[in-house]
């Protein structure tokens, strides 16, 4: 757990771009949950390179902004 934080700081000093299990761990969700909203399109903006699937930090910050705004409201 302590590597995954020390390579998520790492990664957003170094690159803004973060693997799935980084990003997952930013959002503070499971990589097979970040893995399934990808296949629903339902998640965050993401990039392939080569056959490598890369999170923008800036698109994890936006998405995670509207997905709050969207919560239903309890009552």
Same mark, same amino acid.
């Given at each position: ?6 390579? *998520? ?10 693997n799935?299990?980084?990003? *997952? ?8 949950? +970040? ?7 339902e ?16 698109? +994890? ?11 239903? *409201?309890?009552?």
């Amino acid at each position: 757990m302590e590597d995954d934080i020390n390579r *998520a700081q790492r990664a957003k000093k170094g690159s803004p771009f973060l693997n799935t299990e980084q990003a *997952a761990f930013y959002l503070g969700l499971s990589p097979r949950t +970040l893995q399934q909203l990808r296949s629903s399109a339902e998640g965050p903006r993401f990039r392939r390179h080569c056959r490598f699937v890369r999170y923008h930090i800036d698109d +994890l910050d936006s998405w995670s902004r509207d997905v709050r705004g969207m919560e239903p *409201a309890r009552g």
